[in-house]
């Protein structure tokens, strides 16, 4: 418990620091979307009990609704225990269109907390707590709505990272709070992000492409001797 939580705390200390402009660019995804709708590629980090049949089935909720937002979300599992073992992208500075998803398996106290949730620390950190979207499920005593519940939260706090720290609002998923009502509206795949946070978080998510096209060409550039 103390190595994961010593690894949460430093590492959202270390992302508090990352400048937007500062974020290396990737070579690998390259963000020429030819149907309009902008890539960001999601490294998730699971410490919680959550197995991968969970992670999948809440990654493809997540999916549905940051779809229906206009964003196409890759998905990317990086190992939490054998760093050489990970993917390369994983093991690389994290890019411009990089989002980075820690999956905590409890609440932790600190001073980025912005929700029962979880918390996000833009520009590119966002971490969830396993252990909220379990008990939202053993309330209703349904284990079906685990994954969807989870999937629910990761798209509220990813929607943090392009929205920035004003993002909660009074309706839709950016609420801050979800009662049984907001539950059913997640569970019958009506809880969406609203037409101007859909528009907001658009505009970012291309002014991240832009950054990384910009990048890709000044490094693309060779100085001349």
């Not at 149907?35 to 493809?60: C, F, K, W």
Request: charged fraction near 15%; hydrophobic fraction near 40%.
């Amino acid at each position: 418990m103390k190595s994961w939580l010593l690894h949460a705390v430093t590492f959202a200390v270390a992302a508090g620091l990352i400048g937007f402009t500062g974020l290396a660019l990737p070579k690998t995804l390259l963000a020429a979307q030819n149907d309009g709708h902008p890539r960001i590629t999601v490294q998730i980090y699971n410490y919680s009990p959550a197995s991968p049949e969970i992670m999948a089935r809440a990654e493809r909720e997540a999916g549905l609704i940051l779809g229906a937002a206009g964003l196409q979300p890759v998905w990317l599992e990086c190992p939490v225990t054998t760093f050489s073992e990970a993917p390369k992208q994983c093991q690389q500075p994290q890019q411009a269109t990089d989002l980075r998803l820690r999956i905590l398996p409890a609440s932790i106290q600190n001073k980025f907390q912005d929700s029962v949730f979880g918390f996000a620390v833009h520009p590119a950190l966002a971490s969830v707590y396993y252990d909220y979207a379990e008990r939202r499920a053993k309330v209703d005593d349904a284990g079906f709505e685990l994954p969807v519940i989870l999937g629910g939260v990761m798209a509220h706090e990813l929607g943090h990272l392009l929205l920035g720290s004003d993002g909660h609002s009074g309706s839709g998923i950016m609420q801050p709070r979800w009662d049984p009502n907001q539950v059913r509206l997640l569970l019958m795949g009506t809880l969406q992000f609203t037409p101007e946070q859909t528009k907001r978080m658009s505009v970012a998510a291309q002014a991240r492409t832009e950054q990384e096209r910009n990048n890709l060409s000044s490094t693309a550039v060779s100085p001349q001797n």
